[in-house]
């Protein structure tokens, strides 16, 4: 059941405004409650009847992007440099709860990416205990030694300063450079400190998958999005839309 909240909590929230924003608003006329004019910023509302300046209000309910994450974009809001949520609406970076990256890619690494402001979709996608993979496309800087292949899926790789090995991941070769790797687990730098373990190092990397959601196939170009919702997210990645 949805639930009423104060007006200017709500266009708060959705980071529209701060409070005294919505007081102008509605001196000016510009905020409509189920075809009415808006009368106080203390007025409880329903999301869905709220208009302003004659539009609905944007994503009321949650927000869930899929992005291709350019190279160089930075998932952290504490970092210099260029910031993933400069490619989304201003406003967007103002929401309460805020947008979260779903598994961060670090600047070097470009490619599919989720952000929502959805907990538990955010949980979801990265508890081990869903199983939900992630393949990434690698280029190497050396020729592969010939034996990743069965090291990565015999589940008893040790990365550098961790306590446990990794579980078994899945190496397609492509050439004697070039790689795909499917991993079922999201540790710091993994796919890099995995190469690094076996004397070599990556180039580029880019994630291509998350489950069965294709970068490929949502035909998004570096620095473009879609948004849809949490439900919908869940049937692409598991593959049952």
Same mark, same amino acid.
């Given at each position: ?6 007006? &200017? ?11 005294? &924003? ?220």
């Amino acid at each position: 059941m949805k639930k009423e909240e104060r007006l &200017d909590k709500l266009l708060s929230n959705l980071g529209y405004g701060v409070r005294k &924003d919505v007081r102008f608003w509605i001196k000016e006329g510009w905020i409509s409650v189920d075809g009415k004019p808006a009368t106080s910023p203390a007025q409880k509302v329903l999301a869905d009847q709220v208009r302003l300046e004659g539009k609905e209000l944007d994503h009321p309910h949650g927000l869930t992007i899929i992005y291709h994450k350019p190279l160089g974009a930075v998932c952290s809001r504490k970092e210099d440099g260029q910031l993933i949520y400069a490619d989304f609406p201003e406003r967007w970076i103002d929401r309460k709860p805020p947008l979260s990256p779903v598994g961060r890619l670090d600047k070097e690494t470009s490619g599919l990416l989720i952000v929502t402001d959805d907990g538990q979709l955010n949980h979801q996608l990265t508890s081990p205990k869903q199983h939900i993979s992630k393949t990434y496309a690698v280029t190497l800087e050396r020729p592969l030694n010939g034996n990743e292949t069965e090291l990565f899926a015999s589940g008893k790789l040790m990365l550098e300063a961790d306590d446990r090995p990794c579980l078994p991941a899945e190496l397609t070769i492509i050439n004697d450079t070039e790689v795909s790797l499917v991993l079922h687990e999201g540790r710091y730098h993994q796919v890099r400190r995995m190469f690094a373990a076996v004397g070599n190092h990556v180039n580029t990397l880019s994630r291509t998958h998350i489950g069965a959601l294709s970068l490929n196939e949502t035909k998004l170009v570096a620095g473009s999005y879609q948004t849809t919702t949490s439900g919908e997210l869940m049937k692409l990645v598991t593959g049952t839309l």
